[in-house]
């Protein structure tokens, strides 16, 4: 099959690679469509992980094969796929800390190599611990739409970790497809949103994703708006959805006391960042992350998508295909004005 397969920092080859053999408990799905995501980016442009990989984890297909002892799916069903599924069992399952599980931490789907996702590929081997997240797609709905279950639930997870009750007030600092997932899932929670992007094709759709506002960043109105749009209290929350350490400062100083600044895009680690930490002791500000998707939302995510409370399709801008996939990766990592998600879709 064919395989965008990444050799070193910014190196993605295409090559010809075997198509994955499965177990008995397992199930090989051809790529349909697969979201360009930034972690990968990151991985790609510095290296973070040893090569050979094959990278993309928003996937969304067909199911083509299915190992003997596998219950509940059928060769021709279309699926979306979760490629981090914890044991729900461990220390940190118990917490419902997910993301740290030492089998979630395992990747479960693979084109071949190091598992990584496998997306960029034709097929992807899924194993069976990633089963119990495979969603089937209804007959209405797209390849497209699948894929951005996955982003959708991490952007829901975090969501959830704000805690926010109806009428609070929450800037989304960038909008991005992360940010405007952000913009609209808290404003489906019962928030006021408040986004800031430089863009105006991103800050338009912010607006139509149901932001209340949407500002420049760096507009000297930015601080009148949030004494006004909270009488005077402060944010109640801010999500930080850019890596940019100004963004946090900028929200933190925001924030009313008590409330809570949630980082999603600061993934780069060695980074230190000065903090006035009495606005953490003193205020109660709380700084927190949120990383990857939990499997446990993911019917509740797929229910938002498939039934369009959430209708990802114009998050979409960009299709290549999977030859063109270091296209892909380029544009992704350097947005441009009318662009936003970017997928590389199975030439039909
Ligand atoms: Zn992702
Ligand atoms: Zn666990």
Redesign the pocket.
Known sequence: MMAAVYRGVRDIRIERVPVPRISASEVLVRVEVCGV?P??IKKIHHGTVPAPRIFG??TSGTIVKVGGRVDGFRVGDRVALHHHVPCLNCHACRHRTFAQCPQYKRTGVTGGFEAAGGGYAEFVRVMSFCLPGLVRIPRGNTFEEAAML??VN?VLKAVRRLDVMAGDVVMVAGQGPIGLMFTKLLSLAGARVLATDFMPERMRLGKKLGAARVMEPDSPELKGVVERMTRGRGLDAVVVAVPVDAAVRQGTELLRGGGRVLLFAHTKRGADAPVDLSTVCVDEKDLIGSYSADVTLQGEVARLVFRRAFDVRPLISHRFFLEETSAAIDLAAAPTADSLKVVVKRRA
């Open positions: 995501c972690t990968d984890h928003e996955e982003p991490t």
